[in-house]
């Protein structure tokens, strides 16, 4: 391959896509490097990459896919990286990786082609199948999932793409080519690359499950995420299916004048679902789709998990499935590894790992969990890890979303918000705002001060929820998962 090294658009990647054979995976490690790489080689490329840390579950994953992986604590020099690299065609480049840093220089200067991992899918992977972009604040990874469930269930042959480790299945996979269903993030792409990675994806269909602020370290408010999707938008010709609950939504509907078009669905009474039955066993609803009423069961638990499941089945009912065959595919459904995942018992507490680490989020999750657990105190050990979680953001959000659970253990973060222009979550005025409200709070600034708490509160009766989208202090890495009892 004769391209100097420099960034590659989706558009530079479709015209040499043919002359690509070899790409290696800088900080392959992520949820979509690593997706992304899984895709890749089954596209016939050859694969390998490199992460510092190799964490769970992605990084488990990784290693059974015989994908070659690199330590990068063992390249320690420029020409032991530029060794490397000059073996390949192509560096695709993790977003975690810093401007101006030691990484981004040495495969600057290794003179190999590089790209985003959303432009390599876009301009390899995406061209020639039918995309359905599943987006939004919350609820991505779980929605595009249930829907690639409920297609396979029906018979069908789709592609997916999920940040995010399955049991079933592998993150990614390419299918047939006639639906693709993919977890569209409005994060940055890369140093290099500063829009949201859903516009590289070449989306035909969108789902929009939620829009509000978030990523705070690189939108300032949540006009700039709406300008994202308003650039991406002339490009998606098909189904839009968005939930109505978030004014963004209906205004970013209003200004690209598809409010009449677009397929809305929604917690409240113009739009529905309809929910009229949530137990601990599962969920009753009806849906309303073209004047026709729909009524759906599913062993899915909670409001957030029957809004994700009802974006689906609307789409599957614009493509012309019919009700009584998605009624079958949606009895039941499998979450996501770290949504609502029941890891073992510690000490007698049963323990529960889940993604969330904003502040609605939080709050559906606690709501889900009580509802599955009614006779269980939860107490609820919350990790505000994100670059947002821990700015002052969300202070006073916090501590209205913490409020349906028995208790709180805050794990301190350990790195200074990123966000611009706001200060640090305050976790100690959080932690007596609750107990002010009368929720018993305490602060843990590491994993040993998490398990004082947890050996001291477990019984029986406590159920712990572990919210982080990280590795809680290294809570996740210790001792403490190895004496979980499954």
Same mark, same amino acid.
């Given at each position: 391959?004769?391209?100097?090294g420099?960034?590659?658009s ?7 896509k043919?002359?690509?054979?070899k790409i290696?995976?800088?900080r392959?490690c ?6 992304t790489a899984?895709?890749?080689?089954e ?6 990459g490199?992460?510092?840390r190799?964490y769970?579950?992605m ?9 070659p ?9 420029d020409?032991q990286?530029?060794a &490397?690299?000059s073996?390949?065609?192509?560096v695709v480049?993790? !977003?975690?990786? %810093?401007k101006?840093?030691? /990484? ?8 190999v082609?590089y790209? =985003?991992?959303?432009?390599a &899918?876009?301009? #390899?992977?995406?061209?020639d199948?039918n995309?359905?972009?599943?987006a939004?604040?919350?609820?991505k990874?779980?929605?595009t999932?249930?829907?690639e ?9 789709p592609?997916h793409?999920?940040g995010?480790?399955?049991d079933?299945?592998? %993150?990614a996979?390419m299918?047939?080519?006639r ?5 569209? /993030?409005?994060y940055?792409s890369?140093?290099?690359?500063k829009?949201?990675?859903?516009r590289?994806?070449s989306i *035909?269909?969108l789902i ?6 978030d990523h705070g /370290?690189?939108?300032n408010?949540?006009e700039e995420?709406k300008?994202?999707f308003? &650039?991406?938008m002339?490009e998606i ?14 205004? #970013?509907?209003?200004e690209?004048?598809?409010?009449d078009?677009w397929?809305?669905y929604g917690d409240n009474?113009e739009?529905?679902p $309809?929910?009229?039955?949530l137990t601990p ?5 009806r849906l309303?789709?073209?004047g026709?009423?729909y009524?759906?069961n599913?062993n899915?638990?909670?409001r957030h !998990? ?8 609307? $789409?599957?009912l614009a493509?012309g499935?019919?009700g009584?065959?998605?009624s079958?595919a949606? +009895? *039941?459904l499998k979450?996501?590894k770290?949504?609502?995942?029941v890891r073992g018992v $510690?000490?007698?507490? &049963?323990?529960?790992?889940?993604f969330?680490?904003?502040?609605r ?6 709501? +889900?969990i009580?509802?599955?657990?009614p006779q269980?105190?939860?107490w609820?050990?919350l990790?505000?890890? =994100?670059?947002?979680a821990r700015s002052d ?5 916090f501590?209205?979303?913490l409020m349906n659970?028995?208790?709180v253990?805050?794990?301190k ?10 200060g640090n979550?305050d976790c ?7 107990n002010?409200?009368g929720?018993? +709070?305490?602060?843990?600034? !590491?994993a040993?001060?998490?398990?004082q ?7 029986p =009766?406590t159920?712990?929820?572990?919210l982080s989208?990280?590795t809680?202090?290294g809570?996740?890495?210790s001792?403490f998962?190895r004496?979980?009892e499954?």
């Amino acid at each position: 391959m004769t391209v100097p090294g420099g960034a590659l658009s989706v558009h530079d990647l479709a015209l040499r896509k043919n002359k690509i054979k070899k790409i290696f995976m800088y900080r392959i490690c992520g949820t979509g490097m690593g997706a992304t790489a899984c895709l890749l080689k089954e596209k016939g490329y050859h694969i390998e990459g490199c992460d510092q840390r190799f964490y769970p579950p992605m990084g488990d994953y990784l290693k059974k896919t015989g994908i070659p992986l690199h330590d990068l604590s063992q390249l320690t020099t420029d020409a032991q990286i530029q060794a &490397l690299l000059s073996q390949f065609d192509m560096v695709v480049v993790g !977003n975690v990786i %810093p401007k101006g840093g030691v /990484d981004a220089l040495r495969i600057e200067k290794s003179g190999v082609p590089y790209c =985003s991992f959303p432009a390599a &899918l876009g301009g #390899l992977i995406l061209g020639d199948v039918n995309v359905v972009g599943i987006a939004g604040t919350h609820g991505k990874t779980t929605s595009t999932y249930l829907l690639e469930q409920i297609f396979m269930k029906i018979g069908m042959h789709p592609g997916h793409f999920i940040g995010g480790v399955i049991d079933e299945l592998a %993150p990614a996979a390419m299918g047939d080519g006639r639906f693709f269903f993919i977890e569209s /993030d409005e994060y940055d792409s890369a140093y290099f690359e500063k829009y949201s990675k859903f516009r590289s994806y070449s989306i *035909d269909n969108l789902i929009l499950t939620s829009l509000e602020f978030d990523h705070g /370290d690189i939108f300032n408010n949540v006009e700039e995420i709406k300008e994202q999707f308003r &650039l991406a938008m002339p490009e998606i010709k098909k189904t839009i299916v968005a939930c109505a609950d978030y004014p963004a939504i209906l205004e #970013l509907a209003q200004e690209c004048g598809g409010k009449d078009s677009w397929i809305f669905y929604g917690d409240n009474k113009e739009c529905g679902p $309809y929910i009229e039955q949530l137990t601990p066993e599962g969920s009753r609803f009806r849906l309303k789709f073209k004047g026709r009423d729909y009524t759906f069961n599913t062993n899915l638990v909670g409001r957030h !998990n029957v809004l994700n499941l009802a974006a689906g089945l609307l $789409y599957a009912l614009a493509e012309g499935i019919s009700g009584e065959v998605l009624s079958h595919a949606i +009895s *039941d459904l499998k979450m996501v590894k770290r949504r609502q995942e029941v890891r073992g018992v $510690y000490r007698s507490s &049963l323990v529960i790992d889940d993604f969330a680490h904003h502040p609605r989020a939080v709050e559906y999750t606690i709501e +889900s969990i009580k509802l599955q657990f009614p006779q269980k105190k939860i107490w609820v050990v919350l990790d505000p890890a =994100s670059a947002t979680a821990r700015s002052d953001v969300f202070q006073k959000e916090f501590v209205n979303s913490l409020m349906n659970s028995d208790g709180v253990i805050l794990a301190k973060p350990e790195r200074a918000s990123t966000v611009k222009g706001r200060g640090n979550l305050d976790c100690e005025q959080l932690v007596s705002d609750l107990n002010k409200r009368g929720k018993e +709070s305490h602060l843990a600034k !590491n994993a040993s001060e998490i398990l004082q708490q947890l050996n001291r509160l477990a019984n029986p =009766s406590t159920l712990f929820l572990v919210l982080s989208n990280t590795t809680c202090l290294g809570l996740w890495e210790s001792d403490f998962i190895r004496s979980l009892e499954r």
